[in-house]
């Protein structure tokens, strides 16, 4: 112990890890809500409606897509790690959904690992061109002033999708996507519908 500092030295910490199996890692951003959502009565209900879908259907793997957003911060952010116990597989933290400046990402794959491009959601009022520089081939950018998923981005994705995963009479597509409220209006109801999207 480091009686100048008045706190553990290198060395009984490297001893006190070995000891009690312990390891140093750097923990997820896992906010509360999502927490609390993440429990067993919800993951049965969607693995119950799962697999009333892929029963009624018959689904190959390239005709399985997974769709997801994910906030990009513009302000740099690392976690410091924690000492958790030896292969624990996931390091958890809770923390505030305020990281600076955040455009969302619109991010979908299939089962066979071929994805669509990226969907990017500015947070600016006005969309400039110069927000598309250097980006590769087919990634979509729009503006908004939150910088957030809305109804009427959520049916430009749609249409940007459907271009991709070219869906059709003979080539049904089972999107899978969180039940936010964007997700499911009347609007992006129908054109799933008309689309060959279930």
């Not at 030896?86 to 991010?107: L, Q």
């Not at 009427?152 to 999107?175: C, D, G, M, T």
């Not at 964007?182 to 519908?193: A, S």
Request: hydrophobic share 40%; aromatic share 10%; with cysteine.
């Amino acid at each position: 112990f480091n009686s100048n500092k008045k706190r553990a030295g290198r060395h009984f910490v490297e001893w006190f890890l070995k000891k009690f199996n312990l390891s140093l890692r750097s923990p997820e951003d896992t906010s509360l809500a999502r927490l609390m959502a993440f429990n067993r009565q919800s993951v049965n209900i969607f693995f119950n409606v799962l697999r009333d879908v892929r029963e009624k259907h018959t689904f190959k793997a390239n005709q399985i897509y997974n769709l997801d957003e994910t906030g990009i911060s513009t302000v740099a952010t690392k976690n410091q790690k924690v000492i958790t116990p030896k292969g624990k597989r996931r390091v958890i933290k809770i923390s505030s959904a305020e990281r600076g400046t955040t455009v969302t990402a619109v991010c979908c794959m299939n089962a066979c690992g071929a994805f669509v491009p990226p969907f990017l959601i500015f947070p600016r009022v006005r969309m400039q061109p110069a927000f598309m520089n250097n980006t590769p081939s087919g990634f979509v950018g729009v503006a908004h002033e939150s910088g957030w998923m809305t109804c009427e981005n959520f049916v430009k994705y749609l249409e940007h999708f459907i271009q991709y995963a070219r869906p059709s009479e003979h080539n049904h597509i089972l999107l899978l996507m969180d039940n936010r409220s964007t997700h499911t209006t009347l609007e992006v109801v129908n054109l799933c519908r008309e689309n060959h999207i279930t």
